[in-house]
């Protein structure tokens, strides 16, 4: 359910690295397209790293994404290196959430689809709120301990016990 259907998704790392521009461009990527203004969607938020915009098929009353202004690829090729840009994606997650008057943070739901239940492959953080007003679909799509979902607490639990180098 991210902001667009159908979108290409690139299974193939390779693939996708060739069509990267110099600047974290991946020219068939929509969440790139609407970064660089060449697909015309409201942005909530954006500075030099990140951008947040709603979800165009929104699993609760405030459902948004943020996502890194440069290409990244799912949450299953991240490093240890991108912890600080996950915990800022968060970060912005919950700040959109508070400027949107939805201030009961203990009652979201903040996390990633895990590969292969991606449908962009660009990096995005879901950001829902309240959690506990999402209908029936939105509880399975964005389910807790699931193979398809993975919280952002998890993910960032995950990156911490990585090897160093990693």
């Known amino acids: 359910m991210a902001a667009a259907e159908g979108a290409n998704t690139m299974s193939d790392e390779t693939s996708a690295q060739s069509t990267y521009h110099r600047d974290g461009y991946e020219g068939k990527c929509v969440f790139c397209k609407i970064v660089h203004k060449e697909i015309d969607t409201e942005l909530m938020y954006c500075d030099e790293e990140l951008a947040c915009f709603k979800d165009v098929k929104p699993g609760a009353p405030h459902h948004y994404l943020v996502i890194p202004n440069s290409h990244v690829g799912n949450c299953k090729s991240l490093k240890k290196e991108h912890i600080p840009l996950v915990e800022k994606m968060v970060e912005v997650g919950k700040k959109m959430l508070q400027q949107n008057n939805f201030t009961d943070l203990n009652d979201i739901r903040l996390g990633f689809h895990w590969p292969p239940f991606c449908s962009i ?28 979902f993975i919280t952002a607490e998890q993910l960032l639990e995950r990156l911490n016990s990585l090897p160093e180098n990693s």
Request: glycine share 4%.
């Open 121 to 148: 492959a660009h990096l995005h953080l879901h950001v829902l709120a309240p959690a506990s007003q999402m209908g029936f679909i939105s509880r399975m799509f964005y389910r807790i301990d699931s193979y398809w």
